[in-house]
């Protein structure tokens, strides 16, 4: 279950695309088509010039994208100036659901962020997925706050 971990570039986007519209809730808010909008494109090129964030391609050794989620490294005063890394947009190949890859991504993702300097890693999760709260749980993630959102 070899997995191989990359900083995701331009050719990669369209199936990094597809894999955040392929689920209930990705289906509502994601616009998957060929060409790509521009809104995608221009989102990328802004994430990819930005050094406190990363966007990961998880390949199998085939070349085969299976995998992505997105890192946010996040400096502030609070805990003495330190880092936070927020894990983003986490995604498997549908077929690839249920192998373990999930574990594997967030064990490399905990890795990276303890070398990037971050003494915490948080993420959100939708409550419309039960599933992923136990899953983060597993993990070792805790419930500690209540998040809230105000779309604009």
Same mark, same amino acid.
């Given at each position: ?13 369209? %199936? ?7 689920? #209930?809730?990705?289906?509502? !808010? =994601? $616009?998957f088509q060929l060409p790509l909008p521009e809104a ?25 994208l299976v995998g992505t989620m997105q890192l946010s ?6 805990? %003495? ?7 983003? #947009?986490?995604?498997?190949? !549908? =077929? $690839? ?25 948080q993420l959100t999760t939708d409550k419309k997925r ?23």
């Open positions: 279950m070899d997995l191989l971990f990359k900083t995701a570039e331009a050719a990669d986007l369209p %199936q990094i695309i597809r894999l955040l519209a392929d689920d #209930a809730l990705g289906q509502g !808010r =994601e $616009d995608y494109i221009s989102a990328f090129e802004k994430i990819d010039a930005d050094p406190s964030q990363e966007l990961i391609a998880v390949t199998n050794l085939e070349g085969d490294y996040i400096q502030y005063l609070t805990y %003495q100036g330190g880092v936070r890394a927020q894990i983003e #947009a986490v995604r498997i190949r !549908r =077929e $690839d659901r249920g192998k373990g890859f999930g574990k594997l991504m967030f064990q490399w993702a905990i890795e990276l962020s303890k070398q990037k300097g971050a003494h915490l890693v039960p599933e992923a709260v136990k899953f983060y749980e597993s993990l070792g993630f805790m419930p500690t706050h209540e998040g809230m959102k105000l779309h604009l």
